[in-house]
């Protein structure tokens, strides 16, 4: 079954202690992007990448960091975590730039 | 940068009537549509694209689209209440590195 996976799925966490999502695609996508969703904001880019070892900043990258090493996976980091990251964060792939985008079943992140 | 416009609702229909969704966008140059449908704390699910003016059907769904107007909207025929749901209108920024999506519209179909 094509699809994106995320992990953890919930995570309560204390301010400071660094943390990873993990996020991996089985659709030989070359494009991944992360994004959070807040209420009334909406959903925002965090960090997306067109290729392994190709990433790059999105509306909201500030606090965060991400890594592409291998083709199917594309984690985000926290080094840092403060409460105002505390948001529901998504990650997706896509076929290429421009294309429709295909999530994952998100990660509810709560800082402490 | 690019701006998608949603009436937030709530939509209330009830079941088996046409809902319609509508979506204005500001960037006149916009190439590619995309309509998701989010139910409460899950992730967006991919319902249609659209590509070029006119309408575009799959099952009880319709997508039209007037870049004219710079709208694009969604029908949903024979309305269920498994059809409640936050539809989510999206177009690619500039760059295509990312989705730009309005804020949603809630819809709620009742039986």
């Known amino acids: 079954e094509a699809q994106v996976t995320q992990n953890p799925r919930y995570l309560i966490t204390v301010t400071g202690k660094k943390l990873t999502v993990t996020c991996s695609q089985n659709m030989n996508h070359e494009y991944m992007s992360w994004y959070r969703q807040d209420p009334g904001l909406g959903l925002r880019q965090i960090y997306y990448s067109m290729n392994v070892e190709v990433t790059d900043k999105g509306d909201v990258p500030e606090g965060y960091k991400v890594s592409r090493k291998e083709k199917r996976n594309f984690p985000l980091i926290l080094e840092s975590p403060s409460p105002n990251q505390t948001s529901l964060y998504f990650c997706?792939?896509?076929?290429?730039?421009?294309?429709?985008?295909?999530f994952g079943p998100g990660t509810r992140l709560t800082v402490t | 940068q690019k701006e998608v416009e949603q009436n937030s609702g709530p939509l209330s229909v009830p079941e088996g009537a046409i809902a319609s969704l509508n979506c204005t966008y500001s960037d006149r140059g916009s190439q590619s549509f995309f309509w998701y449908r989010q139910y409460s704390g899950k992730s967006p699910e991919l319902i249609m694209s659209?590509?070029?003016?006119g309408d575009k059907e799959d099952g009880r769904f319709t997508a039209q689209l007037n870049k004219a107007s710079q709208y694009v909207s969604l029908l949903i025929r024979d309305s269920q209440p498994s059809d409640s749901a936050t539809y989510l209108c999206a177009v690619p920024n500039q760059a295509g590195t990312a989705l730009i999506f309005g804020k949603g519209t809630t819809l709620s179909v009742s039986s």
């Open positions: 659209i590509y070029s003016n």
């Open positions: 997706a792939s896509s076929p290429g730039r421009g294309r429709e985008q295909y």
